[in-house]
């Protein structure tokens, strides 16, 4: 029989693990509605991030807000980079051939990671007051899981102000709405387009430095199938939806967490199943997604 104290628990962990999907899901939601590109290289960025802030904040020492601030200028300049040599040729042709791209470059730097750090897994060890642990009656959680929370939380907000109030965020709208309208509009498309691939993968490169401070280990393909969940987060949510990447991302925390607690063993050996099982679930039931609207078809 679970206790209360188990159930807050395990319900503080899937939060915790909602919140990293979520910030992953906005970085991939804001790309997917302007170009209709599953960026599966989005995973990639996580790998970079995580071991961009490895060798500056463990190896090097450099102090947690200094290298906040690096890794996501790190991670927006590799999208820029990502953008201009990737996907900036590919415009205006078939999406596929940008899907294809994206799994091409995932791959490649997947493997130049495989080659440059080693395939064995790297332990992440953070400073320690970020693994400070405080108890209360119900629960255990450390310092890194309340910076986990409150970052997500942060971001998000700021993100929704961005694409609600400014004029970058009304264009990547406007885009997302019709490309060849906004073209005409005198909306500067490839600029627009290179911000969003700047903005979602400082996002992946945050949440690299996340989840290694969280789980204590980085690994050179860490990055695929957490980018997928992050994908299956934002189609959950609901696509182009800012609050709905961050719902999409803490069901999908929660059902693995819950699932890995309250079912019997075996089944924590399928919780990734269980993940692509919600995703079908909400396929059948709502295919806009949970707070996304019914999409017209672009022209």
Not at 161 to 178: C, D, P, S, V, W
Request: proline share 3%; hydrophobic share 55%; charged share 10%.
């Amino acid at each position: 029989m679970f206790s209360l104290g188990y159930l807050l628990q395990q319900t503080m962990n899937g939060v915790v693990l909602g919140c990293i999907y979520a910030l992953l899901a906005l970085g991939m939601t804001v790309v997917y509605g302007i170009l209709r590109l599953i960026n599966f290289a989005h995973g990639a960025l996580i790998t970079l991030g995580a071991f961009f802030t490895y060798f500056i904040l463990v190896r090097l020492g450099i102090p947690l807000v200094a290298t906040i601030f690096l890794v996501l200028g790190f991670g927006g300049l590799m999208g820029l980079v990502l953008d201009i040599v990737a996907y900036r040729k590919l415009r205006g042709g078939p999406e596929v051939a940008l899907l294809i791209t994206s799994l091409g470059f995932y791959t490649f730097i997947e493997n130049f990671m495989k080659m440059v750090v080693s395939p064995q897994p790297y332990a992440f060890k953070t400073p320690s007051y970020l693994t400070t642990i405080f108890r209360t009656s119900f629960l255990t959680f450390r310092t890194i899981d309340l910076f986990i929370i409150g970052a997500s939380i942060a971001i998000m907000w700021c993100f929704h102000l961005f694409i609600k109030k400014t004029k970058m965020g009304i264009a990547m709208r406007a885009i997302a709405e019709n490309l060849e309208v906004a073209s005409i509009m005198g909306i500067e498309i490839n600029r627009v387009i290179s911000v969003a691939f700047v903005l979602g993968s400082a996002l992946a490169a945050f949440t690299g430095f996340m989840w290694g401070a969280k789980y204590g280990q980085i690994s050179y393909d860490m990055g695929f199938l957490t980018g997928v969940k992050a994908f299956v987060a934002v189609v959950v949510g609901g696509v182009g939806s800012v609050p709905g990447a961050m719902v999409g991302g803490v069901i999908l925390g929660l059902a693995e967490i819950l699932s890995t607690a309250f079912l019997p063993t075996y089944f924590s050996e399928y919780r990734d199943g269980i993940v692509f099982a919600i995703l079908i679930l909400v396929l059948l039931v709502r295919p806009s997604g949970i707070m996304g609207v019914k999409e017209e078809v672009r022209v």
